[in-house]
């Protein structure tokens, strides 16, 4: 046989160089960038701000004199349509202040822009002649710039109102990141939406009222130390609450002295508000009302209230523009990958089980021939576990077998113990063979070569079969098209978490995904724990190589190649000794996914051809284009979601208890299906979210980066020491 060429190797060492300078200057460059955005985004808006307001212990010390033990009723004092504080001495209070002349109104909108109803408020108030100030949202102005653009272009006035329109019970107090991002972002989207900035400012939630709270206190002190100019209202439409426009009305004409009219074009269904406007015009016309907005000489400012950005300005309001994007963006793509990862994951579930319930409750055909089966054990260095091993096998209820150890020069008492074995117990059907070429393929080359039967069953020197299990298997060779089946593995040593998860692990995939595959005739893994093969098949394959680190992936893969198929025997048990520790577990799963990695790529050229079988038409294009890339991205979407928790923890504890609860049901089917008895794991499978999913990840990137770096890696076998316990009745 040829040399083989260990797949991913690169001789010359250039790939990982190579990828990794070009990667190194990419992510130098996304972290100057990321970093120059935030900084935009953060970097704070300031006007001309109150001498006693300009540093934060300064704004902190304003809070805590003005705010009460009650958060939700803090008074304030004064009469007028601005608001500031009042700061004499070590006296702080929060005040209403500037009257308008008699007979003067000015209109405004709150939590705007929106596409049907501030358009249609513009179009009467061009109608009318009238001018008034909208106070925007910066969320919707990111998403309606157009309307913001004709607000200004018609001679409004505009005034933030906050980025997100905070609530009332967001904690602000808690969170002065939020409350920096929903003065300052706000005003940035409109600078760089419109070109233009404003020194208006109305606070949320509050309307006519002489209390607020907490959060209306917190951003009041904020906004005024930016050097803003807090508009409030002395009339209250109710348009918010009112659905007939004749109460609209009512409440919104009072013709006293200069008043400040609040009313909305966005936040909900405003129809009211549009119907009522044009008469509301109207009475206050009738009674000699002039309509106004509010200038610097009113609001103690010389500086204009809305005025042209400079360049400076400019760049940073679009740079704070996109950082909003790529956070919008983000946070649409976790909601939409949540979805679909949900909705993948429970259809390919539901797939998983039609394909397996199609066929588990139809009495399979059993062959009834008992072809001599030669049990191939493999050893190297296992002298703690291969004599429960081998006793496991003898121990068989098939009538007709032989068990072969194959030695790959072992340096402890493996040998020894078979020999032992076969001359103390007089087991005629125990063979010992030595292979001087070192490595698993060429032991199991060696067993194949020298077996007798028509069927080789492989199992690895740590695992234990029941008396049953070589029947099971043999069973399963009911066609003659049937290549190789892949055994039910348990982990016989559960003692930690680690081990319990992996138990888990194997009941799910082996009861789920492996019964679905075998249905369609085309498992990807006949496991070296626990798999026979014909022996036909096998030779005419070619045996076993050493291109890849799982060469029992790789075999199953090319005998399929050959026209035949492979299945799994639910029935036919056998138990394992699974790695007991994290360094030990990485060690075995980087080689099992390393090794997996290097199968796909090898066999790529079959992809999509029918001729080829279900495994390569369906199975492994589905591994490779749908199932890995979402484990790539898996880790990025956590750490995505781990900072959304901090912003909208709902959507992130929602989707989460979605995914646990489809994750559970199928967890529990798979355990039904297994007749499992170690129920009480499914107790311990939350947890597994935490701590066993993150190792994966590990484990996945150490093989993405190995792949790169081109190297030859060893088998790296573990140690055994003999820990599997057989559950009984079985």
């Known amino acids: 046989m040829p040399k083989q060429i260990f797949v991913f190797h690169d001789k010359h060492k250039r790939r990982f160089a190579r990828i990794t300078t070009k990667l190194s200057i990419v992510i130098c460059l996304i972290n100057i960038l990321g970093l120059f955005l935030l900084f935009c985004l953060y970097k704070a808006v300031q006007f001309d701000s109150p001498d006693q307001l300009n540093t934060k212990v300064e704004i902190e010390k304003a809070i805590n004199k003005i705010s009460t033990n009650n958060k939700d009723i803090i008074e304030v004092g004064g009469e007028g349509i601005l608001v500031g504080i009042n700061i004499d001495s070590d006296y702080y209070e929060i005040e209403r202040f500037a009257s308008l002349n008699n007979k003067e109104i000015i209109l405004t909108f709150d939590d705007g822009p929106q596409p049907v109803y501030t358009e249609k408020i513009l179009d009467i108030l061009k109608k009318e002649n009238v001018k008034a100030i909208f106070f925007v949202v910066g969320e919707n102005v990111l998403k309606y710039p157009d309307i913001v653009r004709r607000i200004i272009k018609e001679g409004h006035q505009i005034g933030v109102h906050t980025f997100t ?16 991002l929903e003065i300052d972002a706000a005003q940035k989207i409109i600078e760089a939406e419109t070109g233009y900035k404003t020194r208006l400012f109305r606070i949320p939630y509050w309307g006519v009222e002489n209390t607020i709270s907490l959060n209306s206190l917190i951003l009041s002190v904020n906004a005024l130390s930016r050097g803003y100019t807090i508009v409030s209202s002395t009339i209250d439409s109710n348009d918010w609450r009112y659905s007939d426009p004749d109460l609209v009305i009512k409440s919104a004409f009072n013709p006293l002295e200069g008043q400040v009219i609040l009313m909305h074009d966005g936040g909900g269904d405003r129809t009211s508000t549009i119907k009522a406007l044009p008469y509301i015009i109207s009475l206050y016309k009738d009674n000699f009302y002039n309509f106004r907005l509010i200038d610097g000489e009113l609001a103690g400012n010389l500086q204009e209230l809305l005025k042209p950005i400079s360049l400076k300005e400019k760049i940073i309001s679009k740079a704070a523009k996109v950082s909003l994007l790529i956070f919008a963006y983000i946070n649409k793509f976790l909601r939409i990958f949540f979805i679909f990862g949900i909705g993948i994951f429970a259809v390919n579930g539901v797939i998983y089980l039609s394909l397996i319930l199609s066929k588990t409750f139809k009495r399979n055909k059993l062959s009834k021939l008992k072809p001599f089966v030669s049990v191939i054990i493999p050893a190297y260095n296992e002298e703690y576990s291969i004599a429960k091993t081998v006793n496991s096998v003898i121990n068989s209820k098939y009538p007709r077998f032989e068990a072969i150890v194959i030695d790959n020069n072992s340096k402890d008492a493996t040998g020894r113990i078979i020999l032992n074995m076969r001359r103390r117990l007089k087991i005629k059907n125990l063979r010992l063979f030595k292979e001087k070429i070192q490595g698993k393929y060429a032991a199991l080359n060696k067993g194949i070569k020298v077996a007798k039967g028509r069927i080789v069953l492989i199992i690895d020197a740590d695992t234990q079969v029941l008396p049953n299990t070589i029947q099971k298997m043999v069973a399963a060779f009911s066609d003659k098209k049937i290549g190789a089946v892949g055994g039910n593995i348990k982990v016989g040593n559960i003692k930690n978490l680690i081990s319990a998860f992996q138990a888990i692990e194997y009941i799910v995939g082996l009861n789920l995904d492996r019964r679905a595959y075998s249905n369609l005739g085309a498992i990807p893994v006949v496991p070296g724990a626990l798999g026979a093969w014909r022996k036909t098949a096998a030779t005419k394959a070619g045996g076993f190589l050493n291109d890849t680190l799982t060469e029992d992936a790789e075999m199953t893969v090319r005998i399929q190649k050959l026209g035949y198929k492979t299945v ?143 190297e030859i890696y060893p088998w790296n076998k573990l140690n055994h020491v003999g820990s599997v316990i057989v559950e009984s009745n079985n």
């Open 165 to 180: 329109h905070t609530k009332e019970d967001e904690g602000l107090n808690q969170n002065k990141l939020q409350t920096m």
């Open 568 to 710: 799994f025997a639910p029935d036919a048990v056998a138990y394992t000794e699974a790695p007991d520790n994290i360094r030990n577990f990485v060690r075995q799963r980087f080689r099992w996914t390393f090794g997996t990695l290097q199968v796909l790529y090898k066999h790529r050229e079959s992809y999509f051809k029918k001729d080829k079988g279900m495994l390569f038409l369906l199975i492994l294009p589905f591994l490779i284009f749908l199932q890995l890339p979402f484990m790539l991205l898996a880790p990025f979407v956590d750490i995505i979601a781990i900072a959304t928790l901090f912003i909208n923890y709902k959507l992130v504890v929602t989707f989460f208890l979605y995914f646990l609860a489809i994750h559970m049901l199928f967890n529990i089917i798979a355990f039904i299906l297994a007749k499992e008895k170690r129920i009480w794991l499914l107790l311990i499978i939350p947890l597994s979210r935490f701590y066993y999913q993150p190792v994966w990840y590990f484990i996945l990137y150490k093989s993405i980066v190995a792949i790169l770096k081109g």
